[in-house]
């Protein structure tokens, strides 16, 4: 059993920027494909970011120019999304989520953390 757990959620002022951290840990399975998913108030649930174990990146167009994905494949794998130039419109819970192969089926999931934009 994989158990992913987030961090670096909060408030901030549009224009500002965060950091999410997710942390995987606790199984012998090894970490493929990890990802960043948001679910806003009323919309569905949108992917923002996906890193594969070699390091290829994916981004949604509405954060492409402002996001960045990143992971460490350390002990634990550990992937992070910098969050730059932040817009209210990106305020929504946000989850991580892994694969334990490359297929991006996000088996696993964390708890999520809230990011807060104020105009």
């Known amino acids: 059993q994989v158990q992913l757990v987030e961090s670096g959620g909060g408030l901030v002022q549009a224009g500002g920027s965060l950091r999410l951290s997710c942390a995987a840990s606790g199984s012998d399975v090894s970490i493929s494909t990890m990802g960043w998913y948001r679910r806003a108030p009323g919309k569905q649930r949108e992917l923002v970011a996906s890193i594969t174990r070699l390091g290829v990146t994916n981004l949604a167009d509405s954060v492409k120019g402002r996001f960045t994905i990143s992971r460490n494949n350390a002990k634990e794998s550990t992937v992070y999304l910098q969050m730059n130039s932040l817009k209210p419109e990106d305020t929504a819970a946000y989850y991580c989520?892994?694969?334990?192969?490359?297929?991006?089926?996000?088996?696993?999931w964390g708890q999520g953390t809230q990011v807060t934009v104020s105009s």
């Open positions: 989520a892994a694969s334990p192969t490359s297929r991006a089926t996000y088996d696993y």
